[in-house]
């Protein structure tokens, strides 16, 4: 996932990687603050401390700044932009692993973004306007996917049928619980189902905003990633920019589960906040019917 040797034969590739140079040499980034919080509890990201391999540290950089850039190499097309909040996510998620989530090989995110490069169809940069998700190949391992259906699991033998019917139990209330609860109400959640001393467990993740399943299993290695391109759109001069929501391993046979059912990401209206329950239910249906494997139980609440 680095760039070729010197003298080595580039691949073609349909986007160059424009780092920001201001952070050159990034490597690792802070949340710094929060906006106030929404009706569900939930806080957005407002501004983050972006650390870089020399010791400097840039304070309180505005979340939406640009820290990657994909863009088109041979053909008109919307550059994608990576800011510094989504960079924060996937560093601290899909290398650091501070939270339950699939994992990338390279801990680097210039070559991780180098890599992407490489193999992103063209067809990612096309000018419309739906949400997006792409399943990208590459030609060895890029990381670990850990998120497997729950009936994967039982079939496999992971997890047994009781333990599919006490979730199936608790499915509504999880539901309602990550569309309604407080921290407390969820946290109470958690300890009740894990009383039960099921494979399966729950875990609040995304700073104890959301209750998911989880599995003590291997993740599976993969050759595959996920990118999915948010819908928002920023026009600067005649440049359509379109911006990175989310860039994780996957799974071909993994459709993936979209976003996590936390009020805040499925927001309709956001003059009056009111929320799409259409597309918050089939996030939460998606979410309690998956689960999400780890090493150990350690840190879950009983």
Known sequence: MTEPLPGAIAPMRNFDVVPNPEFEGLERIEPASFSEPRE?????????????????????????????????????????????????????????????GSTFVDGDLHAIMTALSLALPREASTLNYGSEAFKIGFESQVGWDNLRSIEDLVADGVITECDQNLLDEYRREIIRQNLKGDTSDKQNLVQRFNRKHSAIFLRLVRAGQVVVPHVVAEPTPTETATLAVSTRWRYLGRQSLKYIHSYYPSRIANSGVGKHPIPGEHIKDKKTGSIDMGSFNASAWKWSTHALLVPNRDGTEF
């Open 40 to 100: 569900d509890g939930s806080r957005r990201i407002t501004e983050v401390d972006v650390h870089l391999q020399d010791g400097t540290v840039h304070a309180g950089v505005w979340a939406g700044k640009t820290a990657f850039e994909l863009r088109p190499t041979t053909y008109d097309g919307a550059t994608i932009v990576l800011t510094v909040e989504r960079a924060h996510h996937i560093l601290s998620i899909h290398v650091d692993g501070e939270d339950s």
